[in-house]
Structure formats: structure tokens, C-alpha cells
């Protein structure tokens, strides 16, 4: 409803995004304060031998993936319940296709969900893996940023546990260190900060089995991570300034902002932010450190109920969307790239023509209504969806509407 675009007709060409939002350091306030203070710091860390060899054969064979368009390099199709499972259908039953002029493209904020939630959790703590059940048992999907030198014990089981589950390993760097290098974490700072988000990913997919590494948090939020991520293989970089996301807002991708919760924060708290995103139509980013009870307690700890109980707040609204950031960032991003799309005319068809970024994961869909006629891609007629959309396939980076 924010959304600027939403009274356009056919002709959405707008190029805005990716401007270079402030990407200034906000170090000092920044969370993440590590776990070298509580000398917890393991021992024996980051040995990256796969101590089994059967990396998790998720299961690839039914997502009906279809030949075609030859995006980057043979990623797999996304797990049945990982980060990238199909996006939930908002409740509403049983709307009729448009059956007016064919005309007016446009494209749903968050997947037809009034607003979008999203739990993240940073360093790979012990009390992440400590209370890894109780969280899973919320239902929802998360995001836990790891950093691969922080390793708890039980942290390995814990993590290839959650991607079974549907849940995102996301990648927090090595060791954790400052945006020049310094005042690392974890152990010993890598080369480069180009190096310590390369070895945390290929950590993520070798030791710990998962697909592929989509989105980054910044050590300490510091700025000076944003190139490092934005040159990077993933597509988006959460930080730690404060505030929501709104549709086609100018965000940078790379300098996501979020709600970091402080010691004390309760679910009230929570809750009434929750509430107000779903009031302005936007997507809100938690960023918790450590959970209570546990005896490591690094950073702003918050009370594993309060988290929780704030889960089934946001899970209770069948009008909010609440899953990964990948998940949630992916739809942000490809309703960005649809609208920016290039419109051409043709008789009385209009063909929309877009390119994919290099970073954006394959296998993306948006959801769009028009007022009526035909949308198709490369020839195959889009199928209406009862709950109220046409899905877009955003690697055939073409839609065609026709009366
Ligand atoms: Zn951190």
C-alpha cells in the first residue's frame, strides 16, 4: 500500500534502487560484542574436515525445477524446506481470476502478506544452540548468523539440525573482526575482509551441508563491510541500524536495518514493533544476541519466552509473513527487479524484459495481479492463484500481458 508503483498501468520503468543509502559506520552501538570477554572462547576451533563424509543429500528431486535459462553455475533447486521452500499462500480463499482489461501489472508487497517479520541471531552463541529447540518449536524459520572460529560445542549438530529444518545459515565472518581488521572475536583475523566472508561461507556449505550462502551480517554492523558484501557473492547484508523496511524504499541491500534488542526487552517490546511494521505495510529484522537462562552470556541477553512468545505474536496475524531473511529479502529484491523492469508494446501486448543480478538466487518468484487478460512467460500461460496473484518466474526475466 506504501508502495509508490501500485496505481501504474503497464509501463513501470523505474531504476532507483541501490542507491548508496549512508552506509556510515555505526560502530560504537553496534552489538556483537563477541565472546572473547566471557573466555569461552573454544579451543580446538574451525577445523573444517567434515568428520562425516555424507554431506546432507536434501532432498532436490520434486521442486519442479524445468530445464531452461542458464543461470550462473548449476545451483541446485532449493531444498523442499530450506530457506528458499515455496512462500506461503496469504489466507483469503477463493478469489476470482480479473477478468477485466488486460492492464495495470502490479506487484504484490510481500508475497500478498500485509507485512514481513524476520528473527535473526548473530555469532553462532552457545545459547543459541542451547535454545535451538525451543525456537524450532515456534514453527517459524530464522536466520542465525555464525561466525565460524565462535563454534560451541554442539554448535556443528545444532546448525546442520536447523537447515534440515528449513532454517538460514547466514554468514557472520571467521573471527569477527572490526572493519579494519582489528579486535577480532574469534581467534586470529583472516587476510582480508574479502577472505573472512569467503571462508565463512565455504564453511556453511562444507562442514555444514547447506546449499548455498545467501546474506551476510556485518561484524559490529561496522560500514566498512558493506563493499566487502556487496562484492561478494551474497545478495544482501543486514546491519544494525534501526528502523523497518519498506517496499521499493531505497534501502541498500548491502546495509539492511533491523531492531536490536537490549537486555531487558521483553515480548512486549517486540510486540508493538511487530504490530507497527504490519501497520505500515513493512518488513521488520530482529537481531538478538545472547537468549536466557545460560551461563554465556555475551551480549544484551533477552529471555528465551519473550523471544518466543514474541514468535506467536507475529505468527498469529495470518496477514504477516514471517521467515528468513533470505526468503523475505528475495521477494524485496525481485519485486525491485520486476518493477524496474524495461516495458515494450507490441499490437495490444505488453512484454516487460529484465536481467537478473549475478548475486540474486536463481529460483525466485514474485506475486502480481493485473485487471485482466493473459500474462505469460517465453511462451507458458501463468496460472491464476485462488488466493489472489499470478506468480511470476523471475529467471525467465520476461512476462508478457495480452488481452
Ligand atoms: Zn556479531
Known amino acids: 500500500m506504501t508502495d509508490p508503483d501500485s496505481d501504474s498501468r503497464p509501463t513501470i520503468d523505474r531504476r532507483k534502487f541501490l542507491t548508496l543509502a549512508g552506509a556510515t559506520g555505526i560502530a560504537g552501538l553496534a552489538g556483537c560484542d563477541g565472546g ?16 562425516d563424509t555424507d554431506t546432507p543429500t536434501e532432498t532436490s528431486t520434486d521442486t519442479p525445477t524445468e530445464t531452461d535459462t542458464p543461470t550462473e553455475t548449476a545451483t541446485e533447486p532449493p531444498a523442499e ?26 506487484v504484490l508487497d510481500w508475497a500478498g502478506f500485509e507485512s514481513a517479520v524476520t528473527y535473526t541471531f548473530d555469532d553462532g552463541q552457545p545459547s543459541h544452540v542451547a535454545h535451538y529447540d525451543e525456537l524450532e518449536a515456534t514453527g517459524a524459520d530464522v536466520t542465525f548468523y555464525v561466525s565460524v572460529n565462535a563454534e560451541p560445542e554442539g554448535a556443528q549438530e545444532t546448525w546442520k539440525q536447523a537447515i534440515e529444518d528449513g532454517h538460514e545459515i547466514g554468514n557472520h565472518t571467521v573471527s569477527h573482526p572490526h572493519d579494519d581488521l582489528s579486535g ?42 558493506t563493499e566487502p558484501a556487496r562484492e561478494s557473492d551474497l545478495f544482501l547484508n543486514r546491519g544494525v541500524g534501526g528502523g523497518s523496511i519498506a517496499p521499493g524504499d531505497g534501502t541498500d541491500p548491502y546495509n539492511l536495518s533491523c531492531y536490536m534488542a537490549t537486555e531487558g526487552d521483553t515480548a512486549d517490546t517486540f510486540n508493538g514493533k511487530i504490530d507497527s511494521a504490519r501497520s505500515n505495510g513493512e518488513w521488520l529484522i530482529f537481531l538478538f544476541h545472547s537468549i536466557r537462562p545460560t551461563d554465556q552470556e555475551w551480549f544484551a541477553p533477552v529471555d528465551v519466552g519473550e523471544i518466543t512468545g514474541s ?14 531473511v533470505a526468503n523475505v529479502g528475495a521477494y524485496w529484491r525481485g519485486q525491485q527487479i520486476l518493477e524496474s523492469a524495461a516495458a515494450e508494446e507490441s499490437g495490444d501486448e505488453t512484454t516487460w524484459t529484465w536481467t537478473v543480478p549475478e548475486d540474486y538466487p536463481s529460483h525466485q518468484t514474485v506475486r502480481v495481479t493485473v485487471d485482466g487478460g493473459t500474462l505469460s512467460q517465453n511462451g507458458t500461460e501463468l496460472e491464476w ?3 489472489g496473484y499470478y506468480e511470476v518466474a523471475l529467471d525467465e526475466e520476461s512476462l508478457t500481458l495480452s488481452p
Open 36 to 51: 572473547g570477554t566471557t573466555g569461552d572462547t573454544p579451543s580446538g576451533t574451525a577445523t573444517d574436515t567434515p568428520t
Open 81 to 106: 524446506n530450506g530457506p528458499f521452500a515455496e512462500i506461503p499462500a496469504p489466507s483469503g480463499e477463493g478469489v476470482e481470476r480479473p477478468s477485466g482489461d488486460a492492464g495495470t501489472l502490479q
Open 184 to 225: 577480532s572475536s574469534f581467534g586470529e583475523p583472516e587476510d582480508s575482509l574479502a577472505a573472512e566472508i569467503e571462508d565463512c561461507t565455504e564453511y556453511i556449505t562444507e562442514t555444514l551441508g547447506q546449499g548455498d550462502v545467501w546474506t551476510f551480517a556485518a561484524p559490529f554492523g561496522e560500514g566498512g563491510w
Open 311 to 324: 514468535v506467536e505474536h507475529a505468527t498469529g496475524y495470518d496477514d504477516v509473513w514471517v521467515d528468513t
Open 385 to 387: 492463484n485462488s488466493s
